[in-house]
């Protein structure tokens, strides 16, 4: 499974990261430009959490997606993002950026793919050493 995931992916799975990796960056554009009367929070986390865990999961996808990438150069994507979005709510009614918001998020982004760059560098660990014993 984890081959399938992490190693050399199929086309159909590559589409669906890439989908998918799209679909996040895009709700998070979307959730961070509402304006404030339309702004439903989840009740069970807090604000800081709630762009912890959004930036997260967006990080883990788009990491997966496009996991040639350096991963510097996907956690640099997302803290200019995450720049962009705090400060666009500058224009947005209701919204006002927050400094702890940006880290928040920023934060969520380096755990999302740190987490994704640790799976891929365990998975291709494991068959080196897998391969050794073959030997």
Same mark, same amino acid.
């Given at each position: ?41 989840? +009740?069970?986390?807090?604000?800081? @959490?709630?762009? &912890?865990?959004?930036? /997260?999961?967006?990080?883990?996808? #788009? %990491? ?29 009614? +209701?919204?006002?950026?927050?400094? @702890?918001?940006? &880290?928040?998020?920023? /934060?969520?982004?380096?755990?999302? #793919? %740190? ?21």
């Amino acid at each position: 499974m984890a081959n399938i995931l992490l190693g050399d992916h199929g086309s159909g799975l590559r589409r669906l990261l890439m989908a998918c990796a799209t679909c996040c960056i895009v709700a998070l554009v979307v959730l961070s430009w509402i304006p404030g009367q339309y702004l439903v929070r989840t +009740g069970v986390l807090s604000g800081f @959490e709630e762009h &912890f865990l959004a930036y /997260a999961l967006s990080g883990i996808m #788009v %990491a997966a997606a496009i996991r040639k990438a350096s991963p510097v150069w996907v956690v640099a994507f997302f803290v200019l993002l995450a720049a962009m979005l705090e400060l666009g709510q500058n224009f947005v009614p +209701g919204r006002h950026p927050a400094i @702890e918001d940006f &880290f928040a998020s920023t /934060a969520g982004a380096l755990a999302g #793919v %740190a987490l994704v760059w640790l799976a891929i560098l365990l998975v291709n660990w494991k068959e080196r050493r897998d391969l050794g014993k073959r030997s």
